[in-house]
């Protein structure tokens, strides 16, 4: 008999872990892990996103009080999402992701000027969904 064994490391089912983003240009949801809607405090923040005019390919996220940053909604499984398909397909084409695919993203959890949580964008890897 040759076997073919499916598992949790070889059909994508697994509880993704780690301080991740996960932007989806097509439905315009921003999804942070619960690791990282933990290590960051998200609950009950907003956030907004920043990108750097003179290296468009560096953006950060920023927890802040403004009254026009995005609120973090917490799904169940404590996740924090939101939603903006600008800030996706913005996100995705400077990081020369050009595809309709949903992306994964590393977060640096060290604030640089304090408030600025880089988005690793050379990170970027396309989530592979078992149909």
Not at 16 to 27: A, P, Q
Request: proline residues 5%; contains cysteine.
């Amino acid at each position: 008999m040759k076997r073919k064994v499916y598992t949790t490391a070889n059909t994508g089912h697994t509880r993704k872990t780690g301080n991740f983003l996960t932007v989806s240009r097509k439905s315009g949801a921003l999804k942070f892990t619960k690791d990282l809607t933990d290590e960051l405090k998200l609950k009950g923040k907003k956030v907004q996103f920043v990108q750097d005019e003179e290296k468009p390919s560096e953006w950060f996220i920023e927890i802040t009080n403004d009254a026009h940053a995005f609120p973090v909604r917490i799904s169940p499984t404590g996740a924090g999402v939101l939603q903006s398909v600008v800030i996706c397909s913005e996100l995705l084409k400077s990081a020369g992701l050009k595809d309709d695919s949903s992306y994964r993203f590393l977060i640096s959890t060290t604030p640089v000027d304090k408030t600025l949580y880089p988005i690793i964008t050379k990170s970027g890897k396309p989530v592979i969904r078992v149909k």
